[in-house]
């Protein structure tokens, strides 16, 4: 992908106020509000294009607000979406819904399923609108300029060749596996995590239910999460931490019968999940760094916090860290100097509600989904059923996954 901006060839060398590393949603979202402000950004992305599937793939209300403020929504809305109107899990003893968007006063009552591939670029082009932003692709971040202490830009390569880029702050949003985290000398702290997910679709019929949820379905040993998206089924296998060779071992067949017993709906069209190829793995990940900034350089997203897929919440809580940041840190670039403390700020305001989301995704972890893998019969834990049917911990719940904390 190429933005307006990009002269094909030539990639920026020299200095702006702000470079951001990394073209996903946190990236992409804080340089655009930055630029709205008036800052100089450049965002360097290593991949040439913005085509990604199975990333985390739901924007929830908040994230909705943040867009419509800056005038976005119509535009995410006009892509292909479905909209997801409560969440409900379903075992042997039946469904039980445990988050319910309707019920929240708020503009947008529901969790948006669209892909990534589509939103970013969305997003990218709205940022070829400012002289002043530019969005690089196929720009590998590769080392930090570092003077007196502070990291003052990047180095990154680019057709071959190793340019500099010098910035009063670099923003780090290079994802889970943050090279630039690396670089900086900072490890996070992770939590042991007892679960991966192996992703697939499989086709939607109009004859299917519109069932605008998504449900999380229990039964002979596995569990699956089906979001509704419209052209098809997206379906999350949650299998148990590093158990994905042996299911492999057993065959596609026989996972195909997994999914066919516990997922009856898609019985008849299980037949499309022809082989591994059409998977993709996630290796869950829980880890936060302890301190989001170094001076002249700041990690957002999950490169400052990788969140596991429970309540679907990666994608959101990236871009609120970068509208935060954006709000923050805007007049600080304007004046060309940003104070540790303005860094600071961005990470104490942040830091709560990553720490809340992660420690409730540790306890789902630990109470409901390592008990249930590989029973036999696996049933929701009778605590967790009761909270479900709670009609006070079923709206924090719901608030929860839609806006990232309980107030
Ligand atoms: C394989 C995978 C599957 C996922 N599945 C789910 C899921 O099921 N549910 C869920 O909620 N979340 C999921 N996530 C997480 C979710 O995608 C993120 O929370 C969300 O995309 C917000 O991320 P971000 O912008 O912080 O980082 P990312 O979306 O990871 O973006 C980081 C960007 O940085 C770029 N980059 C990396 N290194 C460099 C470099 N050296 N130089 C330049 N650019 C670089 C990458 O190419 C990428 O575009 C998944 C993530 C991955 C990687």
């Known amino acids: 992908m190429t933005s307006a901006r990009e002269q094909p060839g030539a990639a920026p060398s020299g200095e702006t106020a702000c470079v951001v590393v990394g073209g996903g949603p946190a990236g992409v979202v804080l340089a655009l509000l930055l630029a709205r402000r008036g800052v100089p950004v450049t965002v360097l992305e290593k991949h040439a294009d913005l085509d990604r599937s199975f990333r985390g793939n739901t924007l929830n209300p908040a994230a909705l607000d943040l867009l419509h403020e800056v005038g976005l929504a119509e535009r995410v809305l006009a892509l292909?979406?479905?909209?997801?109107?409560?969440?409900?899990?379903?075992?042997?003893?039946?469904?039980?819904?445990?988050?319910?968007?309707?019920?929240?006063?708020?503009?947008?009552?529901?969790?948006?399923?669209?892909?990534?591939?589509?939103?970013?670029?969305?997003?990218?082009?709205?940022?070829?609108?400012?002289?002043?932003?530019?969005?690089?692709?196929?720009?590998?971040?590769?080392?930090?300029?570092?003077?007196?202490?502070?990291?003052?830009?990047?180095?990154?390569?680019?057709?071959?060749?190793?340019?500099?880029?010098?910035?009063?702050?670099?923003?780090?949003?290079?994802?889970?596996?943050?090279?630039?985290?690396?670089?900086?000398?900072?490890?996070?702290?992770?939590?042991?995590?007892?679960?991966?997910?192996?992703?697939?679709?499989?086709?939607?019929?109009?004859?299917?239910?519109?069932?605008?949820?998504?449900?999380?379905?229990?039964?002979?040993?596995?569990?699956?999460?089906?979001?509704?998206?419209?052209?098809?089924?997206?379906?999350?296998?949650?299998?148990?931490?590093?158990?994905?060779?042996?299911?492999?071992?057993?065959?596609?067949?026989?996972?195909?019968?997994?999914?066919?017993?516990?997922?009856?709906?898609?019985?008849d069209r299980v037949d499309a999940l022809e082989s591994w190829e059409r998977t993709a793995l996630l290796r869950v990940e829980v880890s936060r760094l302890r301190r989001w900034y170094r001076p002249g350089l700041l990690f957002l997203g999950d490169a400052a916090h990788a969140m596991s897929p429970v309540g679907m919440v990666g994608i959101n809580l990236a871009i609120q860290d970068a509208a935060c940041a954006a709000e923050r840190l805007a007049g600080p670039l304007r004046a060309g100097r940003v104070r540790e403390r303005d860094l600071r700020a961005v990470q104490r305001r942040r830091a709560p509600s990553v720490r809340l989301v992660q420690a409730l995704q540790a306890l789902i972890h630990r109470r409901i989904l390592a008990p249930m893998l590989g029973a036999p019969e696996p049933v929701l834990p009778p605590p967790a059923r009761w909270a479900m049917r709670q009609p006070p911990l079923r709206h924090l719940a719901t608030r929860l996954i839609a806006y990232g904390r309980p107030w």
Do not use: N
């Open 80 to 267: 292909p979406h479905t909209k997801t109107t409560h969440f409900t899990a379903v075992d042997a003893r039946g469904p039980l819904r445990f988050a319910d968007f309707g019920a929240l006063r708020t503009r947008f009552p529901f969790v948006l399923l669209l892909q990534q591939a589509a939103f970013l670029p969305m997003l990218a082009d709205e940022l070829g609108r400012y002289e002043h932003a530019r969005f690089v692709t196929g720009a590998d971040v590769q080392a930090l300029i570092e003077e007196g202490g502070a990291v003052r830009g990047v180095v990154y390569e680019k057709d071959g060749e190793r340019r500099e880029l010098r910035a009063a702050l670099t923003v780090a949003c290079d994802g889970r596996g943050s090279r630039v985290r690396a670089l900086a000398g900072l490890r996070p702290t992770s939590s042991d995590v007892p679960i991966d997910v192996l992703w697939f679709t499989l086709p939607r019929r109009p004859e299917d239910a519109a069932e605008a949820g998504a449900h999380f379905r229990f039964g002979g040993g596995t569990m699956f999460a089906l979001m509704d998206a419209g052209t098809h089924w997206q379906v999350g296998a949650i299998l148990r931490k590093d158990g994905f060779p042996e299911v492999r071992a057993r065959g596609i067949g026989a996972f195909r019968s997994d999914v066919a017993a516990t997922v009856p709906l898609l019985a």
